[in-house]
């Protein structure tokens, strides 16, 4: 039983750093980002093609890159897809209300699942393991993957350095400005747009950062990987899209409980429906107390 | 006005009808002539997704929320027809044992969508949108695994009426029996948009708080926007199977779902015709492409770019169209002005003087907003049939007074009465509903309503519509069937003040309503203040910045001051107090 809950950890990290990075967008573009992961999904079949040299069956590429530039490749085009929406966003909705900035990233969820599929292909890629293998087996036959402790470091980092440079530069101040009054800080000289698309590129790297590396180790499909946003949405809901580190907790407990549901056979369609549960838990625990759409 | 549009709040109601019959002969004849089972098939197809399309227009176009389920209720609404049928329930209805599964499924999803959508309703911003993506997701799943009834059992579901299995005959049949359906459910689409829950759903969308103070509970609102958006979604489901007669998983994917949503901004699919022409660009483009031999995933890459474009613009198609229709017939007619004369000297009003018993008590009331007092000790008591000024300078509680007394400030204490009614453990829309109402200094009117469907929305169906065209007509404003997109602020502000009029309350709060106005229009706008607590028997507090106005309205005046009353009585005593004056006026400019 213990076994099974800890095996959740390693896909609990997964979540941890999709959580991170979607409460890193809700507090400093005012977005939540339905594309998070697909950006990174895109990125990660980007680098797949680069490395075999083909795209879909009949669109073949001459050369075959090395692992490394392929996939160094692959997260800045994850990295410039998302500054792109990113762009378009801080274009034509800088005032909007975040449901309405948010709604464009529903737009663009379906827009690159789809043309994944078209470059792709719908059968699910050789992904080749960057990092694999067990790290360690602890007494009681529980083993601890490489890929599990590389994916919660990776949670840790990037929420260690989005607070050290939020809380401790001059480039966090002015980006905590926009996120609270875009306007107010455009009046200040701040350049807002790049700004805007600089947190959109540097998410959206991550993302394929993470998916270039968890993409071998479970279901590798375009729609399967881009839905990793969910269970990653409701680890960022137990945050309230606002604590960085209680998404990054709750992402870890969510794959520890979705791997105890998972040992029990009987209960086995319950394991897709934890998302779910957390974050209806969730919603009707925030709703003591009643919130209105604007102060006045 | 004409005496003919005097009691029309909004389009004829004979019209949606009209629409509907000659659809239904236009459609039927259509069945008759249709060449093969694949065309039939096609036609089927585009109106049970025109259905689907029209339950998210409700819930996306008119309230405003991303749901991104709607494929999931419909897989609901298909399961339940598939359940009752291989179990064989309610045959007594006989051949139209389908007609009652098709509906059963569509409430079965309503309750599904009233379940989802109770967490997630009040808080707002996106949660609607990652719960229902998630639920969407884990539907998928569990239906892959799980299978519909039919294939289970290894049935196929049986068509209304005898139709029989699949073959020209029985399509043709069965596509005649659904776009009676559909020609059915768009009517009741029509209907419920232009009732007071329509309005409710347009509303919600562009002010909550509005919408809580005109009477009406926002969970309620949106709960049965997305209630009524599941119920046709689940109707659709059940068209679909009839259609298909056995359902699976793949015909209800959560991509679907994201491609109908994404559809559905696009087309500005609360209007009937765009969710019919959604549904024929939701079936047709895949049709296309399969002629041509081009991957189907491209119809969605389309479809994902126009919502890209049509949601960062703001705008759809449907709309765009309307509003390019509209500007062009009103090109030809004068532009809608405010028409507040002076009133006829014989009929100009005295100030009130009200009728001696107190209708709404404050006491000791206090609001902090963390260590600061906005408000503290304040003591008031408002006479029945007067008209009271709340003046102050700026920052000096006012509107911290208005929230307080309306109920958006539960934290507040001491006891606020109205008549023997305590307010201070109501909602915003109980206190409405028992008769304190309040307008607000910001624009809140929903520009999606046209001025006539506003004021029954929020009178709350306490005047007729010929009072409300009377009301209207007294403050000047625009005919009811003008819509408020083409109307300006500040007059959108006098018909706010006219509809809560409208709404006959026993006290009116109104937070200055004559921003905006030119000083004419404040001497008429006076005028009809004047008149209000005789003619409507309305007792009124108005804040206002003007003291021309106020000393042309009140009967008495209160001031406040850091959150605390200054002075309070008659307008002699209180704008003579030096200390009204050191305050209002700054030491210097002392007359």
């Known amino acids: 039983m213990l076994t099974t809950a800890l095996s959740g950890i390693g896909p609990g990290g ?49 050369i075959k890159l090395p692992q490394v530039v392929a996939v160094v490749i692959g997260i800045l085009v994850a990295g410039l ?68 402790v590389f994916s919660i470091s990776l949670a840790v980092v990037v929420a260690i350095i989005a607070k050290i440079v939020l809380s401790k530069t001059m480039l966090g101040v002015r980006l905590r400005a926009i996120a609270d009054r875009q306007t107010a800080a455009e009046l200040l000289g701040v350049n807002v747009k790049l700004m805007n698309v600089a947190v959109w590129f540097f ?58 549901f998972a040992g029990l056979p009987d209960l086995i369609y319950i394991r897709d429906w934890i998302p779910i549960i957390v974050i209806i838990v969730f919603l009707l625990w925030n709703q003591r107390k009643e919130v209105w759409d604007v102060a006045r | 006005m004409s005496l003919a549009n005097r009691v029309r709040l909004q389009g004829s109601p004979w019209k949606p009808v009209l629409v509907a019959v000659a659809t239904l002969i236009v459609g039927l004849a259509l069945t ?93 911003g996106v949660n609607l949108a990652v719960l229902t993506l998630g639920i969407a997701a884990a539907v998928d799943l569990t239906l892959l695994k799980t299978g519909f009834p039919a294939f289970v059992a290894g049935m196929r579901v049986e068509r209304p009426f005898n139709l029989g299995p699949s073959s020209v005959a029985s399509d043709r049949g069965y596509l005649a029996f659904v776009i009676v359906a559909v020609v059915l459910i768009s009517l009741m689409v029509v209907f419920l948009q232009r009732s007071r829950w329509g309005a409710s759903w347009k509303s919600v969308a562009f002010s909550e708080r509005s919408t809580a103070s005109s009477g009406t509970n926002v969970r309620t609102a ?203 453990k109501l909602s915003p829309s109980r206190i409405a509903r028992v008769g304190l109402r309040r307008t607000y200094q910001q624009d809140r009117v929903p520009d999606t309503l046209t001025v006539g469907a506003y004021v029954y929305f929020v009178s709350r169906g306490k005047a007729t519509p010929e009072e409300i065209a009377d009301t209207l007509e007294f403050f000047g404003c625009p005919d009811p069937t003008v819509p408020l997109r083409s109307v300006d602020v500040g007059t959108r502000r006098l018909i706010e003040v006219a509809a809560n009029v409208a709404a006959k309350p026993k006290v009116l709060l109104l937070d200055e309503p004559a921003a905006g106005l030119s000083h004419d229009e404040h001497i008429a706008f006076g005028e009809r203040l004047r008149s209000l607590p005789s003619k409507y028997g309305v007792t009124v507090i108005i804040i206002e910045h003007d003291l021309d106005l106020v000393r042309s309205v009140c009967t008495s005046i209160t001031v406040l001051n850091f959150g605390e009353v200054l002075a309070s009585g008659s307008q002699e005593d209180v704008l003579s107090n030096p200390e009204v004056l050191k305050a209002y006026m700054g030491e210097t400019e002392l007359l």
Not at chain 2, 59 to 76: D, E, H, N, P
Not at chain 2, 271 to 288: K, S, V
Not at chain 2, 332 to 354: F, M
Request: hydrophobic fraction near 55%; glycine fraction near 12%; include cysteine.
């Open chain 1, 203 to 260: 998410t959206g790297a991550v993302s394929g950062l993470l998916i270039v590396f968890i993409a071998p180790t479970q279901s590798s499909d375009i729609f399967t990987l881009s839905m990793l946003v969910v269970p990653g949405a409701a680890a960022a809901l137990i945050g309230a899209f606002k604590n960085i580190w209680a998404g990054l907790i709750g992402g870890i407990l969510l794959g520890v409980v979705q791997g105890f």
């Open chain 2, 222 to 424: 949106k709960l049965s926007a997305f209630a009524v958006s599941a119920f046709l979604g689940g109707l659709a489901g059940g068209l679909f199977d009839g259609q298909i007669m056995q359902g699976n998983a793949y015909s209800f994917t959560t991509i679907n779902s994201l491609g109908m949503y994404v559809l559905s901004v696009v087309a500005g699919s609360y209007l009937i015709d765009m969710a019919i022409f959604g549904g024929i660009l939701f079936i047709l483009i895949p049709e296309i492409l399969k002629v041509f031999k081009i991957d189907l995933q491209w119809g969605n890459v389309v479809f994902g770019i126009l919502g890209i474009q049509a949601l960062t613009t703001n705008s759809n198609l449907g709309q765009d169209i309307r509003n390019a229709i509209y500007k062009r017939k009103m090109s030809k007619v004068p532009p809608v002005e405010l028409n507040l004369a002076p009133v006829e000297e014989k009929k100009v009003v005295e100030v009130p003087q009200g009728t001696g018993r107190t209708i709404l008590k404050v006491r000791d009331l206090g609001v902090a907003f963390g260590a600061v007092k906005a408000l503290q000790n304040v003591n008031l008591d408002i006479e029945e049939g007067t008209i009271v000024g709340l003046i102050g300078p700026n920052g000096a509680g006012k509107s911290t007074f208005v929230d307080a007394l309306t109920g958006f400030l539960p934290h507040h204490t001491g006891v606020l009465t109205l008549e023997d009614i305590e307010l201070d």
């Open chain 1, 14 to 62: 997964y979540y941890a750093v999709i959580a991170v990075l979607l409460v890193l967008m809700a507090q400093l573009t005012r977005v939540v980002n339905f594309s998070q992961v697909a950006f990174g999904m895109f990125g990660a079949y980007i680098s797949v093609a680069l490395m075999s040299g083909q795209f879909q069956q009949s669109i073949k590429i001459g």
């Open chain 2, 32 to 124: 008759a002539i249709l060449p093969d089972q694949k065309w039939i098939n096609i036609v089927t197809s585009v109106l049970v997704a025109s259905v689907s399309l029209m339950g998210l227009g409700v819930v996306t176009g008119s309230a405003g929320m991303i749901a991104l389920c709607q494929l999931t209720f419909a897989a609901v609404g298909a399961w339940v027809v598939e359940w009752l049928f291989v179990n064989e329930q309610l045959t007594f209805f006989g051949d139209f044992a389908f007609v009652v599964y098709i509906l059963i499924g569509g409430l079965v999803a309503a309750v599904g969508g009233i379940l989802v959508g109770l967490p997630a309703l009040r808080l707002r």
């Open chain 1, 81 to 148: 897809i998302s500054a792109l929406v990113g762009w378009i966003i801080a274009q034509w909705l800088p005032e909007a209300t975040g449901t309405a900035r948010s709604a464009v990233t529903v737009a663009t969820l379906l827009s690159l699942i789809s043309i994944a599929y078209i470059l792709f292909g719908s059968r699910p890629q050789p992904f080749k393991p960057i990092i694999f293998g067990p790290l360690m087996e602890l007494p009681g036959g529980i083993v601890i993957t490489k890929i599990s």
